[in-house]
């Protein structure tokens, strides 16, 4: 095992993985930008550099200024948390180059998977089902009307490259269909560099379900569970939990089958997630993406396997054993409520300085921060100021904790989303676990 991890990443993920490092006796080191100096994630940390500004680019984006962390502090391995570059093979390649450890999946995995394309096809080899679409990329609108004519509309227009929902959209006939290529077009360019598209037939009424894997050093990969991320804004996600409420036993099993051929298709090694659409109809599946990292809402899953999936990725980046045995069924239910740093009712951005804040505190609460009193919330990063998770022995005793938690939770001075929270929490469609990815567009029709 390597005695030191430098942790390539800010926030409520970095203090996150702090905390494992730590306690597995191990050298945790941060590295922040100037905006981000006085954060607890820097204090807690065995030993902490400074990149440069605030704006990503010359910070947590900056390949080189990162490896020269690892050099003058010392870091035998990195742990990229999830965003920045989290699923950059380039950085990937750039620290095993350096003699580092990287902990992570290997860049040609995160290669094959990180194009929506590539990686459909090449899990439609693999027997993971897949929705009806384009197998070579969509580079323009002439292009694009053909394909969706084959398909059938309403179709899904995505970005070839990118996630979190960047560049995606629905179109119900050709002049839609010209609205949403120019966007995901503009989208994919930016983030892969070529503004090539993917379009896939829509499924009008869906759950967005997702299947945490976990590829061992010795080449086995294991399901570990799933969670359900259908509550959304802007295809992005706000609410998880696991179990999924809307996934039937049958179901369940082919989804954690189909995640673990996916794994396999790349040789998987670490910690990875395989996303889907169910389709709530027909109670059917087909593969949306694979996210070749630790997810944001990966706490569910924790909650109830009882399994920490950092110590995990650090075992197997080591080449050691894991300290759980694959196989064993999740128990009781978990509910992750993200609290961000914005407006409520359109979830739009709100920083600023945090005047008041409160942790909820009690049993089966936990709480992923990266924030407390004093701190500032900029413009420069994701507003994500925590995770609300909860635990309770069923669906029932988890909203009951997660409602007592959320009237706990103060936080005075920027703008924050917990009135949603609370909101939602009363919601008919949430309570009886009957919702899909619209339901948050319902809420605010």
Known sequence: MFGSVLVANRGEIARRVIRTVRGMGLRAIAVHSDADAELPFVAEADDAFALGPAAPAGSYLDISR??????ATGAEAVHPGYGFLAENPAFARAVTEAGLVWIGPSPDAMERMGDKI????????????????????????????VAAAEVGYPVMVKASAGGGGIGM????????LRKAFDAAARAAARFGGVPSVLIERYIARARHVEVQILGLADGTVVAL????CSVQRRHQKVVEESPSPGVSAGLRARMLEAAVRAGEAVSYRGTGTVECLVDVERDDFVFLEMNTRLQVEHPVTELVTGVDLVEQQLLVAAGEPVTFTPGADPQGHAIELRVYAEDPKRFFPGPGKIDVWEEPTGAGVRVDSGYTTGNTVTAFYDPLMAKLCVYGADRGEALARARAAVAAFRVEGPKNNLPFCAELLEHPEFVTGDYDTGLVSRMRA
């Open 66 to 71: 990162v490896l020269e962390a690892c050099r």
């Open 169 to 176: 959209g629905v179109a119900h006939d050709e002049d839609g």
């Open 118 to 145: 590539n990686a459909r096809n090449l899990m439609e080899a693999a027997g993971v089902p897949v929705a009806a679409g384009t197998r070579e990329p969509v580079t323009d609108v002439d292009g694009a009307l």
């Open 225 to 228: 569970g799933e969670r359900d």
